[in-house]
């Protein structure tokens, strides 16, 4: 089987709500998504999505994919879509890094393999769980009362996992999590991201100021020599994901004890191929995972499902609806949706869900 024409796409999609990330210093609106179409001389057809978060939030740009996807394009064109790790090498040849770029082609590769093998694509990773996928929320950060109002819209909607985004300020970031723990209930699941906006000082303030609150920090600083450092000096469990972008970030994490929690995002990683060896890391040594998009429709959201469901249900602590926080829906309702908080993975062939093609308008390149 070979892949005889590429078809990209690029489609705005606005959040329903703004968002702040770092105590207010980063504010998204919309997300730029590429959506990518890979036709065979065997006439399946299998479609990917790359939408990072915004421009600002980890160094990956929509434009940048698209213009990645040019230069790799004579490159993929005549691999065989089933031979993932083939046509990840020969994306590397002609891009190094880049890994934002690669991942929706690495997607559709996946969703081609899965169809002509007749199996949904947890099955050809391996099989796993069917228990449903609980949704983490995710709570961008503003006032305690803020805070709460959107913690209750997300519970209304059936959710217990909740993302809280922290950082920018000490005494604020302090207040906030002991408002957040005293209205949390029994059977949810808080995490406080940080998304880098501490320094040590700060991460060693706030982490030793709520220590005996028994909550989960993600992100603490900017980088891993800055987690590496504030380790040591806390009993409050971490989890990394923006410094967790290749395997030996996952290997030196692992290795060194930085920290008890995976977030994998499938985009940000370079998909799947590159995504189940940080898994497989991470169940090697102890480490729990959050799996999810880095952002985009349920295209991105089903791809995050199926890496999720390979991991034992004790060990995969939520993935994320991001589609819920959008104003539209490329695949008219299809797709793993928000049932009671929690996502069921498509058992059709491949990645089990397809964008409406007239929703993404007229493809903006097409390579064959
Ligand atoms: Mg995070």
């Given at each position: 089987m070979k892949i005889t024409r590429i078809s990209v796409f690029h489609r705005d999609l606005p959040l329903e709500h703004p968002?702040?990330?770092?105590?207010?210093?980063?504010?998204?609106e919309v997300l730029d998504?590429?959506?990518?179409?890979?036709?065979?001389?065997?006439g399946l057809i299998g479609w990917g999505e790359g939408t990072p978060w915004g421009h600002t939030y980890v160094p990956a740009h929509g434009p940048g994919i698209r213009a990645g996807i040019e230069?790799?394009?004579?490159?993929?064109?005549?691999?065989?879509?089933?031979?993932?790790?083939?046509?990840?090498r020969a994306m590397d040849l002609q891009l190094p890094g880049h890994l934002y770029a690669k991942s929706p082609i690495d997607m559709a590769c996946w969703d081609i393999a899965g169809q002509a093998a007749g199996l949904p694509i947890a099955d050809m990773l391996g099989g796993g769980s069917r228990r449903l996928a609980p949704i983490a929320s995710s709570v961008g950060a503003t006032t305690p009362q803020e805070t709460e109002a959107v913690m209750n819209r997300y519970r209304q909607r059936g959710y217990k996992v909740h993302s809280v985004k922290v950082g920018?300020?000490?005494?604020?970031?302090?207040?906030?999590?002991?408002?957040?723990?005293?209205?949390?209930?029994?059977?949810?699941?808080?995490?406080?991201?940080?998304?880098r906006a501490?320094?040590?000082?700060?991460?060693?303030?706030?982490m030793t100021a709520t220590e005996g609150l028994g909550i989960m920090v993600e992100q603490p600083g900017e980088t891993l020599d800055d987690i590496a450092a504030i380790r040591p000096l806390t009993r409050t469990p971490i989890s990394v994901d923006e410094s967790l972008v290749t395997l030996q970030d996952a290997a030196r994490i692992a290795r060194d004890g930085l920290a008890e929690v995976f977030g994998i995002k499938l985009n940000r990683v370079g998909g799947l191929t590159r995504a189940r060896?940080?898994?497989?890391?991470?169940?090697?040594?102890?480490?729990?995972?959050?799996?999810?998009?880095?952002?985009?429709?349920?295209?991105a959201d089903t791809e995050a499902l199926h890496l999720a469901a390979t991991i034992p249900d004790?060990?995969?602590?939520?993935?994320?609806?991001?589609?819920?926080?959008?104003?539209?829906?490329?695949a008219s309702g299809r797709g793993p949706r928000?049932?009671?908080?929690?996502?069921?993975?498509?058992?059709?062939?491949?990645?089990?869900?397809?964008?409406?093609?007239?929703?993404?308008?007229?493809?903006?390149?097409?390579?064959?």
């Amino acid at each position: 089987m070979k892949i005889t024409r590429i078809s990209v796409f690029h489609r705005d999609l606005p959040l329903e709500h703004p968002y702040w990330l770092s105590g207010g210093r980063l504010k998204f609106e919309v997300l730029d998504a590429t959506f990518v179409k890979l036709e065979t001389d065997a006439g399946l057809i299998g479609w990917g999505e790359g939408t990072p978060w915004g421009h600002t939030y980890v160094p990956a740009h929509g434009p940048g994919i698209r213009a990645g996807i040019e230069t790799m394009a004579p490159a993929i064109l005549g691999c065989d879509p089933r031979l993932t790790v083939n046509v990840e090498r020969a994306m590397d040849l002609q891009l190094p890094g880049h890994l934002y770029a690669k991942s929706p082609i690495d997607m559709a590769c996946w969703d081609i393999a899965g169809q002509a093998a007749g199996l949904p694509i947890a099955d050809m990773l391996g099989g796993g769980s069917r228990r449903l996928a609980p949704i983490a929320s995710s709570v961008g950060a503003t006032t305690p009362q803020e805070t709460e109002a959107v913690m209750n819209r997300y519970r209304q909607r059936g959710y217990k996992v909740h993302s809280v985004k922290v950082g920018g300020d000490v005494e604020r970031d302090i207040e906030r999590i002991r408002h957040v723990e005293a209205f949390r209930k029994p059977d949810e699941r808080i995490l406080y991201d940080v998304n880098r906006a501490w320094t040590r000082q700060q991460a060693m303030r706030v982490m030793t100021a709520t220590e005996g609150l028994g909550i989960m920090v993600e992100q603490p600083g900017e980088t891993l020599d800055d987690i590496a450092a504030i380790r040591p000096l806390t009993r409050t469990p971490i989890s990394v994901d923006e410094s967790l972008v290749t395997l030996q970030d996952a290997a030196r994490i692992a290795r060194d004890g930085l920290a008890e929690v995976f977030g994998i995002k499938l985009n940000r990683v370079g998909g799947l191929t590159r995504a189940r060896r940080m898994r497989d890391i991470a169940l090697a040594h102890g480490i729990d995972c959050f799996v999810m998009a880095t952002g985009g429709s349920v295209l991105a959201d089903t791809e995050a499902l199926h890496l999720a469901a390979t991991i034992p249900d004790d060990n995969m602590l939520g993935v994320w609806a991001c589609q819920d926080m959008l104003t539209v829906d490329i695949a008219s309702g299809r797709g793993p949706r928000n049932i009671d908080g929690c996502l069921h993975l498509p058992e059709a062939p491949g990645l089990g869900v397809h964008p409406d093609e007239d929703a993404l308008g007229a493809a903006v390149a097409v390579y064959s």
